[in-house]
């Protein structure tokens, strides 16, 4: 084997084994760092937490746009602790605001803003989490919510 192939063979074992490592889901936590972006999406896009523990979120809204995160369809199953609302914003959910009543508000921030609140989730599964504020979940303002039971 001359030296070109041997560094390319070696190149590609070493991208497959990276590969197969790789671990796209994320950790449990209970404490989300999440930013919404001007472009219209959650960063990280996916999260893992606990069932039934108080998780807090920290929602940063980049300079140009306010956010919100909403979970979808957790129904009696999840509650909001400190709900977490920008600077003088009431946040009222009106007709510009469309979320479902078995959706759970959790958090609102205004342009620029960066906002805490809490929230817990009672029944394991896969969530899915957006942002009501109008255009922004049609733009793909969405994310995944794990909730895990480490038992």
Do not use: K
Request: glycine share 10%; with cysteine; net charge negative.
């Amino acid at each position: 084997m001359n030296r070109i192939t041997r560094a390319v063979s070696i190149g590609v074992a070493a991208l497959a084994l990276a590969a197969c490592g790789a671990d796209d889901t994320p950790d449990v936590t209970t404490s989300l760092p999440v930013t919404g972006t001007d472009g219209l999406a959650f960063e990280p896009d996916a999260f893992a937490v606990p069932v039934g523990e108080e998780v807090t979120v920290t929602l940063t809204s980049e300079p140009a746009v306010e956010h919100d995160l909403v979970i979808e369809e957790v129904g009696a199953a999840g509650a909001v602790g400190d709900e977490g609302h920008g600077d003088g914003d009431e946040h009222m959910m009106d007709d510009d605001h469309a979320m479902a009543e078995d959706d759970l508000h959790v958090a609102h921030a205004n342009a620029g803003e960066t906002v805490t609140a809490t929230f817990t989730v009672d029944e394991p599964g896969t969530y899915q989490v957006y942002c009501s504020v109008p255009g922004h979940r049609q733009g793909g303002m969405e994310a995944t919510l794990a909730v895990v039971d480490d038992a």
